[in-house]
């Protein structure tokens, strides 16, 4: 018998959050409002590469808009201006996922420990939560920046499943999109693993996940195991 699942931890940009839907609608109003007036790009040319300069989020916010202000100079974008209204307008982009958040409420109702181990911006992440209604349902959130080490590091994953209050690593399920952050830094820490495909292969030079899945809403299954 493989060792009971009895607490699970999420990754929540991709996982629980659909951010690449989000951060699409604010670069496609980005588009309407600065570029759509210029000749040089079309709207899907422009949010495509917006969209893949931001990697899922984990490129450098300072390093991605100079690209914009370079890629676009006829736009005359200061860096600066566009990283704080980022700040303040991607939050209007995130919409809640209810099939999701029914989920972790059942979580809640049967008395599962989970909580959300997050890279980033402590404040945009908290923020990301509460826009999608994850602030309420959440036993606990960790975020990168202010716990001072990211995932895949170990101490992140050591101080998510002390919350959890369960002891061994091997009890406690992560669920993420990121096959080395979430997924490798988690198996290597000995826990067991679900990864959110979006349409992707699992990298072969990494141990497979435990679990493949589609959406978040399928570890209803796994859930019902040890409820
Ligand atoms: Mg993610």
Request: glycine share 6%; with cysteine.
């Given at each position: ?19 690449e839907?989000?951060f ?8 309407e409002?600065n ?10 040319e422009a ?17 991605m808009?100079?690209k ?30 209810n ?11 049967h ?16 923020v ?10 959440a ?14 590091d ?38 067991k ?20 899945i ?14």
């Open positions: 018998m493989p060792p009971p699942i009895k607490a699970l931890l999420f990754d929540l940009d991709n996982t629980l959050i659909d951010r839907a989000a699409t609608r604010f670069a496609t109003c980005f588009y409002d570029l759509s007036a210029l000749k040089s790009t079309t709207r899907e949010v495509a590469k917006m969209v893949a300069w931001d990697q899922d989020g984990y490129s450098d916010r300072g390093a808009f100079a914009w202000a370079q890629e676009w100079p006829e736009a005359r974008l200061d860096p600066e201006k566009l990283l704080t209204w980022y700040r303040t307008e991607m939050k209007n982009h995130v919409q809640r996922d099939d999701v958040n029914a989920l972790l409420a059942d979580l809640n109702s008395r599962i420990p989970w909580g959300i181990v997050t890279n980033g911006n402590t404040t945009s992440q908290h990301a939560c509460r826009a999608a209604g994850l602030d309420q349902l036993p606990f959130v960790i975020v990168s920046q202010q716990a001072g080490y990211r995932k895949p170990p101490r992140i994953f050591r101080d998510a499943i002390d919350q959890t209050g369960i002891e061994s690593p091997e009890n406690v399920m992560f669920v993420g999109d990121n096959p080395r952050a979430d997924i490798d830094g988690a198996k290597q820490f000995g826990m693993t679900a990864w959110v495909r979006r349409g992707r292969q699992f990298p072969d030079d990494l141990q497979p996940p435990d679990l493949e589609d959406h978040v809403a399928e570890l209803r299954d796994i859930v019902n195991l040890f409820v």
